[in-house]
Every structure is written in structure tokens, then in C-alpha cells.
């Protein structure tokens, strides 16, 4: 049996009506900045629960475009998470700044008690990340944010509809960073991002800043970029975002399904999942004893199972002028040898899901008896 990592083939299968409102669109001419991108922000600020949304070209810019509105810059320096994506450093660094890494705890997220050490006086903005679908703790960051004055930009990119105390992922900071990648939960057909947050001039400046600073086709207020969310993808986004809620309560429901089996194996270890926090698995991850031949068996019997991230952002050639070494931040360096990514997505068959955990059993009951 083949276990897929990517769902976009059974996403897309049945979609003949996107395939008609795609006709549609195509003989509108429509296309830029149109008409159904509009509605698409509308419904996704719905979704989020904010009253402000902006459509981008990807979940980097998102990141960017929000830190350029809040006039971080060179000799800035932005907190973000040593566990991340490059997309997250990327964004920070295109603009100027440097990024500030604190070390994630067994939720893959920043360790919020460790925060206030790596404030200074160039200390502009905090990046948390909400990785794999789970969530920063917001309440405790939100404390440190105002007593030092400092602004948030949430990345989100992960964690569509994840909440904690049924507050999403998106409105707790000042903006709200979210990727429509193919392979996240909410997807189009190429790169897509959006932004979310409550404050209005924010929001204008946010499409000033996508449209070339455009006022109008002859007028440039700003100087700004080329970053707008395609009208196009904006159609596809309209066709998903109605299934969004299905699609987070499918993978928290294939999450528990795991989580009741892999706590049977004492070889994995089941990461703390928070009292009042929706995780809603972007990823799957849990710890597991022999990670790399564990990983090398399940590929072996065909599934796609993989590793968020092998090698710690830090640790990258790209950002080492900032000086780091292995063993700066430990529970990131722990993760990278004992994580493991199992396929947790919305299409996944319980015949499936069944042949995964049958697969992971047999491979430590091999291990015991040699």
C-alpha cells in the first residue's frame, strides 16, 4: 500500500464546479485585483475573525509586506522562532533586519519563558510561529508584547483556524501572516498568502504596498511591490474556503486516531498537546526512538513520512554571518534527530491511517527481537 504526503491530486479530484466558475472568470478578463479577490479577503477575514484581509503572492511576503507597514528595517532586530521554515527568516532579512532566534519547547513553537532575554533596545517586532498547526502561547506573549511596546506579526502560515481559548490563530497580533501554499490546509494551485488585522491603516497601507504603492494606475504614493494575490488563485480560494472548517475538524479527528495508537508504542512519544489550544495538524509530528531507521522502513513500505526540518534553520548557510553554533538552541538540535511526519491530511482512508500505525508497530517489534 502507497501512504501519499500530498492530497492535492484527491483535493482537486472532484471539481467540476471550480472548473465552471474558472470559465466564468476567464471570459469576465478580470484579473487583476478583481472582483472575485475581493470577495475571497471578505470571507477569509470572516473565517479568521478579523475585519481586515489582504490577498499577497505568498505566505513570505505576508510576513514581509506586515513588517515593512510597521517600518522594521535595517539595524532592526525581529524575534522569531529557532525552529522554522526559511520563509520566516527570509522575510525578515530581505527587509534589512536581523533575526533574534529563542528556542521552541515540545510544542515546536517559540519557548515563550525564554522571550524576555533576547529583547535589546533594537528589538522591533516578534514573529512567533505557529508551527505545524499547532499555536504559540499568545496570552503569555501578549503580556511580554505590551510591557515591552512591541508589535507581533503572527505567522500563521501552519495554523488556519487553530485557536486558543477559541481566539484563531491571526487576531491576537497585530497582523496575521497566512500561506495558501499547495500543501497547506487552505490551498490554491500555486503560491498564495494573506494577511489579516483590525487596524485600518494598516490595511491601506498593506495595498498600497502589494500594488507598487499605486493610488491609482498614474499615481505613487510609496514605493512598494509587486505582491498580489493572482484574482485567478483568488477563485480557486473561494471554491476551498467554505470546506475550511471540515478540512480542520478531518485532520484533528485523524490526529487523535494516531495519538490513541502511537501512545501503545513506548518507542514514540506523543507531544503535549495543550489544555484550550485547537491544534488543527498541518503536520502530524511525533518523537520516536530510532528516528532514522524508523523513517527508512516506513518509506521503504510506501509511506511518505518526513522530517520538519532535519537541519535547524540557524544552523543554514544563508544566515551564518549571524554567528551561530550547534547547541545554541538544544530542544530545536533535539527535534531535528527525533521527529518524524506522518500523513495526517483530510483524504486519508482509515485503511490507510490502519497500515501506517500497523507499519510503525511492526518496525520496533522487529527491533525488540533483534
Known amino acids: 500500500m502507497k501512504v501519499r504526503y500530498s492530497y492535492l491530486k484527491q483535493q482537486f479530484s472532484n471539481c467540476d464546479d471550480l472548473w465552471s466558475s474558472l470559465k466564468k472568470f476567464v471570459s469576465s478578463g478580470d484579473f487583476t485585483l478583481g472582483k472575485e479577490l475581493e470577495i475571497f479577503e471578505k470571507n477569509f477575514a470572516k473565517l479568521i475573525g478579523t475585519k481586515f484581509a489582504v490577498g499577497v503572492n505568498s505566505g513570505t511576503d505576508a510576513i514581509k509586506l506586515s513588517l515593512k507597514v510597521l517600518n522594521v528595517g535595517y539595524g532592526d532586530e525581529v524575534i522569531t522562532a529557532a525552529n522554522t521554515f526559511v520563509a520566516t527568516v527570509g522575510a525578515i532579512t530581505e527587509i534589512g533586519a536581523k533575526p533574534v532566534f529563542v528556542d521552541c519547547d515540545d510544542t515546536f513553537c517559540m ?50 483556524l487553530a485557536n486558543i481559548n ?143 526540518y532535519p537541519k535547524p534553520m540557524y544552523l543554514q548557510e544563508s544566515i551564518k554571518y549571524l554567528g551561530h553554533k550547534k547547541g545554541d538552541f538544544p530542544i530545536t538540535d533535539r527535534h531535528t534527530k527525533e521527529i518524524i511526519t506522518f500523513p495526517c491530511d483530510q483524504h486519508l482512508s482509515q485503511e490507510q491511517m490502519n497500515y501506517v500505525i500497523k507499519c510503525v508497530k511492526n518496525f520496533y517489534k522487529k527491533k525488540t527481537k533483534l
Not at 516578534?126 to 505545524?132: G, L, Q, R, S
Not at 498547526?133 to 503569555?140: R, S, W
Request: aromatic fraction near 10%; charged fraction near 25%.
Open 111 to 160: 519557548n515563550v519563558d525564554q522571550l524576555e532575554s533576547k529583547i535589546t533596545k533594537k528589538t522591533k517586532a516578534i514573529v512567533p510561529v505557529h508551527f505545524t498547526g499547532y499555536m504559540t502561547n499568545m496570552p503569555k506573549l501578549k503580556k511580554i508584547s505590551k510591557k515591552y511596546n512591541l508589535t507581533i506579526v503572527e505567522d500563521a502560515c501552519q495554523s488556519i
Open 166 to 308: 477559541k481566539k484563531n490563530a491571526g487576531t491576537w497580533g497585530d497582523f496575521g501572516a497566512f500561506s495558501l501554499h499547495p500543501l497547506k490546509n487552505i490551498n490554491v494551485w500555486s503560491d498564495g498568502g494573506i494577511i489579516t488585522t483590525n487596524n485600518k491603516k494598516h490595511y491601506y497601507k498593506l495595498k498600497l504596498l502589494r500594488n507598487h504603492g499605486l493610488i491609482d494606475r498614474d499615481t505613487v504614493k510609496i514605493n512598494g511591490y509587486n505582491s498580489r494575490l493572482d484574482t485567478f488563485q483568488a477563485v480557486v480560494g473561494n471554491w476551498l474556503l467554505p470546506k475550511a472548517k471540515l478540512i480542520a475538524k478531518k485532520r484533528i479527528e485523524n490526529a487523535k486516531y494516531y495519538d490513541q495508537n502511537f501512545s501503545k508504542i513506548s518507542k514514540l512519544m506523543i507531544p503535549f498537546r495543550p489544555k484550550n489550544f485547537k491544534l488543527v495538524y498541518h503536520l502530524y509530528i511525533i518523537f520516536a526512538k530510532d528516528r532514522d531507521k524508523l523513517l527508512k522502513y516506513c518509506l521503504a513500505k510506501g509511506i511518505e513520512a518526513k522530517v520538519h
